[in-house]
Each structure stands twice: as C-alpha cells, then as structure tokens.
C-alpha cells in the first residue's frame, strides 16, 4: 500500500535491485525470471513488461470474462497528493485499454489500510481516534479518484474489516513452517525458510540489519506478520495475544480472500516491489503452497519534482494536493499528462509540462470542432483529398492498436492520433469564398468519431458542452447562450452585409456600421471571460463552455 519502507535499508536496496547502483546484500540464487510459469488460459494479445521476468511477456489471464487483479491501495492518513494520483491515473488508462480494447472484463481489488503506525501517530496528534481519522481520509482518497475521473475497483477491502481472516492466514503460514511467535506477542516470517526462492521480483537477497538490543527475531531480516499492542494503540485479540497485523500481511490476506491461491495482475508504484511486493509474494506461495502466486506484475514509474532527482512525497514535503492542482488543471490534462510517457517512466511534474499537455488537448478540441464545423457546412474549405484521410485513418487505426498492445504504449498511441489531426488540419484549409465541387463530410464523420471514441476509451473528455443530466439551470444556459449567440451573429451579417453597392458606398457603410462590429467583438471577449469561447466562422458563429481553469481570469495561476 502506498507508502514509503520504513528502514533506509529497503531504500538503499531497490535501486541496487533495479540495476540504478550499488546497493547492500547478496544475489539471490538463480537468474530472475527463470522460474517464472506462462499461465494457460485467455491470450489478451498484449505484451507486457512483467516484473518478475524483466521483460515483455504476452499477457494471459485466467478468464476474459473474470480478468483478477489487485491494486495497493492508500494508507488513510493525509490528502493523497499527484505522487499517488499519477500512478492510480496511469492503472486506470491500463484498466480501461484491457477493457474496451482488448475486451477483458477485470475484476478489481484494492486493499485501503486503516490501521498503521501513521494514521495511530496522527489521530493522537489530532485528538481524535484512529477509526475516525482512516475514515476521514478514506472518503478523501475516493473523492480525489473520482475527480481525477478515475474508476473505483469491483471492491474496496479495509484491512480493520479481516482482523480474523489476516489472523487465519497468519496460523496458516506458521502451520506451514515459514513464521513463528515470541514471548513478546510478535509473529515474523522466518525468511531463512524461504531460501533462494526469495528474491523474485529484485535481484538481492537481504542482508543483515540493525536491529534494537531487545529484538525478539530470530533473524534480523525476517519481517512482522503481527505486532503486539502496545499502551494507547488500538488493537485485537489474537492466539498470540492482544495486536494488529503487519504491513505485508494485509494486502496477502485481502487478496486471497476474493482471488485465492492465483492472480492474474498485482499492480504500485515502483517503490513498492520491495520489501512490500516481495514479502506479498513470499507470504501468499507459502501459505498457498504454490509454486507461483502472481503471475504479472505491474509497477508505475515515480512522479518527480522537475529539476529535483527525488520523488514526489509526502515525507521529503515536496508534494502537490490532488485538490491544490485541480484548482488549476483539469483531470483531462492530467490524464493526458499521464499518457505522454510510459507508466513505468519516471516523469518530471512541471507547470510548463502541464501546458503542453493542455494546449495538446485543446489542439484536439479544436479540430474536432472544426472537422464538425465543415460536417455542417459551416466551414468551407478547398476541395478535400478524400482518399488520403481514409488511408490515414486506417493507419492510425493499425497504429494505435499495435501501440497499446505493446506494453500499453500511450505516447506512441497519443502519437500517432496527432498525426491524423495534423493531416486532417492539412486538408481543412479555409478559404474565402465557398469553393463549388463536392464535398467529403463521410471521412471527417470517421475521423471525429475515432478520435473521440479514443479519447473516450483512456477516459478523457473532449466535449465542449458538458451538462449534468436532469440539470435544468444548466439546460436554460444552455439556451440563453444559444440565443445571445445567434442574436450577435445576425448583428455581424448585418453589419458586413453591403449588397451590390459601389465601392464608395461600401466604405461609407461599413465606416457607418463599424461600432456594431466593435460591440460584437466586445460581447465576444466578455462571454470569453465568463468561460464561454465564440468563433466566428465564414456564414455562422459557433460556441463552446471553456473548463473554468481556462478563462482569462484564470490563467495567471498557470504561469506559477
């Protein structure tokens, strides 16, 4: 779940384990990714980069129609921030391309932790009690997912809900020879048990630590399954006494209880691989008794402050708010943002990379609107190449397939859609007159619905009026606008409408009828600062609702 290991130790070891330098330990017996076993069952036709196996493997997953995967989940005890909204965003691109791609039907889990040293820390801070301070900040976290338009999973599972399945599955791993308890109350995973088979997903085994004097391990790397209570913490009964789970254990427990002894996809951050995604892995085979419990595993690359080699967190105080940034941004840009880079990247968080990401999808917009325009006849343009758009959608059709299925390749999706909006703006080339010949609406109808069903498939909205159902103050500005736009636009014909007059006359007319341009150019700017955007086409006027972080009075915010 998301949070950072509690020792440097974990800290100093995962950039060994990723190849990023030398770290402490010793190699883990045999090369990873050997042992790994391709799953039978249902070839998704997408390639990817599994963690256990360092590279590109086809994706299998038990059933097309019941797809398992678990997702860490938060630690309940502040405001999630844009370090956890990028790579929940990033899942959610991957979820919804499985989905309505490549037609998985996922079943999702995730684990939300509610009891933990933090949320016990700040609840005595605060004065209030653990279970209210989780709860608080629970329904924080799935306001902030359901902003950022994020979907929620099939199910949530709260660790202080299985306080007796996570003491069942503990008896079983002590029932199997891998845990034992103390005199103290504790229970460790004895991880000299597990032998070379630790070790899957980095390439170090653990070395010795520091421990207290008065630790009760047997060795110093194996780690809690339970923790005894101690004064003024919550806790629950259990075989070894009064306690609260382990870190590890919880996300274990949670898992099997819906997916049992086999998963097809377990997805976090990078930072969790180790110790927290290992140690899962070690609990569950044992427990299960299985050779291999997950069989893909997916991890996010860190969200960065620009101009910092450091991640974003909420312990180097260096973090943005979900709510602080949506004060500025859309969720849409975001995603966008999101979907420039890998999801295993890491990316650099910056105001200017955020504006290229806007102006992207304004871009966008811009030519769906203007592709319409043309639909309707509103737009006149030289005459079409008909036959090269079609060739360019089918392209980008074959292209944008090839991407995702390639470790879920969005850059190179977003890519090549950018490349059929610029072929498309190629052949919308307006001109003065309305030209005679035929005209091509059918392809630019093609294009505008591929595009948007894109966008709409990675969860980006393109549409320019966007109403709640049933909202009737939203239905009456709706028309009001509509009104107040045609009224001008009938003031603009008036006022450039010089008939067969000499040249003379038409000087003297417009000269005559230039304030009524200016007062159309006046409510124009205006409606502009009120979120509304009025384009003035050949024989009409158009109008869009601009996201309120868009409008003039607005932007100073984006240049800090």
């Known amino acids: 779940m998301l949070r950072k290991p509690g020792t440097r130790f974990g800290a100093q070891l995962l950039p060994a384990a990723l190849g990023l330098g030398p770290g402490l330990g010793r190699k883990a017996s045999g090369a990873r990714g050997q042992g790994w076993l391709q799953p039978a069952g249902h070839d998704t036709g997408v390639q990817v980069y599994n963690s256990l196996t360092r590279r590109k493997d086809p994706l299998i997953v038990g059933r097309a129609d019941a797809a398992s995967w678990y997702s860490c989940g938060p630690t309940v005890y502040d405001h999630a921030h844009l370090g956890h909204a990028c790579s929940y965003v990033r899942f959610d691109i991957i979820r919804r391309i499985l989905t309505r791609v490549f037609g998985c039907n996922i079943i999702m889990v995730m684990g939300i932790t509610d009891v933990d040293d933090k949320i016990i820390k700040r609840a005595n801070e605060m004065n209030i009690s653990p279970a209210s301070l989780a709860n608080l900040y629970e329904e924080d976290f799935k ?37 034992y308890s103390t005199g103290k109350g504790n229970v460790y995973f004895d ?64 898992s099997s209880l819906v997916f049992g002894s086999q998963l097809d996809i377990h997805s976090g951050g990078i930072d969790l691989a180790f ?64 979907m420039r880079s890998s999801y295993r990247s890491a990316v650099d968080y910056s105001s200017s990379s955020m504006l290229e990401a806007k102006h992207l999808l304004l871009a966008t917009a811009a030519f769906v609107q203007d592709a319409r325009a043309y639909m309707k006849g509103q737009l006149a343009c030289g005459p079409i190449r008909e036959d090269v758009l079609w060739e360019r959608l089918s392209h980008t059709k074959a292209a944008v397939k090839a991407a995702l299925a390639d470790d879920f390749d969005t850059p190179g999706a977003v890519d090549a859609i950018m490349d059929l909006i610029h072929h498309g703006n190629r052949q919308l080339q307006v001109v003065a007159k309305e030209p005679g010949g ?43 606008v509509e009104e107040l736009v045609r009224f001008r636009l009938k003031v603009r014909q008036f006022a450039l409408a010089t008939g067969k007059a000499s040249r003379e006359a ?28 009025v384009k003035d086409r050949s024989s009409t006027s158009t109008w869009e609702l601009l996201d309120q972080r868009e409008t003039p009075t607005n932007r100073g915010a984006e240049d800090t």
């Open 143 to 179: 306001q902030d997912m359901a902003a950022l338009k994020v979907l929620p999973p099939t199910v949530y599972l709260r660790v202080t809900e299985n306080i007796p399945q996570i003491i069942s599955f503990i008896e079983g791993i002590i029932a199997n020879g891998h845990a």
């Open 191 to 254: 991880l000299q048990s597990r032998g070379h088979e630790y070790g899957k997903l980095v390439d170090v085994a653990p070395g010795p630590v520091a421990e207290p004097g008065d630790s009760d391990k047997r060795h110093a790397s194996d780690f809690a399954l339970w923790k005894a209570a101690k004064p003024q913490e919550m806790f629950w009964a259990s075989p070894w006494g009064n306690g609260r789970p382990g870190w590890h254990i919880e996300c274990s427990t949670i």
């Open 275 to 338: 110790p927290h995604h290992e140690n899962e892995i070690a609990q569950c085979e044992v427990f299960h008794q299985c050779k291999q419990w997950g069989n893909y595993f997916l991890h996010s690359g860190h969200l960065h402050v620009k101009g910092k080699e450091e991640k974003m967190s909420k312990s180097l105080k260096n973090y943005i708010t979900i709510k602080d940034f949506l004060k500025t941004f859309s969720p849409d840009v975001f995603r966008l943002f999101c």
């Open 438 to 480: 035929p005209r091509s609406p059918a392809v630019f109808g093609s294009i505008i619905s591929y595009i948007e069903q894109f966008f709409e498939t990675v969860g980006i909205s393109l549409g320019d009026r966007q109403f709640v159902s049933g909202d009737s103050s939203s239905a009456t500005l709706h028309s009001v």
């Open 506 to 533: 038409r000087r003297q007319q417009l000269l005559e009828r230039q304030p009524l341009l200016e007062a159309c150019d006046t409510l124009r700017q205006d409606l502009a600062a009120h979120g509304i955007r």
